[in-house]
């Protein structure tokens, strides 16, 4: 069975740092696109940040700079520090899954998305 659980959320004042993390299990994790994203109430879901299997990076305008996607094939687990966090990254963020070598798109997604976990809450205060 696939899963995907995220952890790490919380709350922080702006300009602060998190890292979230993603453990997963039940699927060949290094061959795998992967993705953060995120959703607040009433918008689309949108990408964040994005890792080929190959560890090809691509991030959504609004984070490049401020935060970082990488994984750890050995462990299986998919991480997003973030850094500089503004209340407008404030939102439910979910780990997803693309299909085997998978490409990115520039904004900050695989190419697909067959699976995602329950996401974590991060939220930031003025």
């Known amino acids: 069975e696939v899963e995907l659980e995220e952890s790490g959320g919380g709350l922080v004042q702006a300009g602060g740092s998190l890292r979230l993390a993603c453990s997963t299990s039940?699927?060949?994790?290094?061959?795998?696109?992967l993705y953060w994203s995120r959703q607040t109430p009433g918008k689309e879901r949108e990408g964040v940040a994005a890792?080929?299997?190959?560890?090809?990076?691509t991030y959504a305008g609004s984070v490049k700079g401020r935060f970082a996607i990488s994984k750890n094939n050995k462990k299986q687990i998919l991480y997003l520090a973030m850094h500089s966090l503004k209340p407008e990254d404030t939102a439910m963020y979910y780990c997803?899954?693309?299909?085997?070598?998978?490409?990115?798109?520039?904004?900050?997604?695989?190419?697909?998305?067959?699976?995602w976990g329950q996401g974590t809450q991060v939220s930031v205060s003025s």
């Open positions: 039940g699927f060949d994790f290094d061959v795998h696109c």
């Open positions: 890792v080929t299997a190959s560890g090809t990076t």
């Open positions: 997803e899954r693309g299909r085997p070598f998978d490409g990115v798109l520039p904004t900050g997604k695989c190419a697909t998305s067959n699976a």
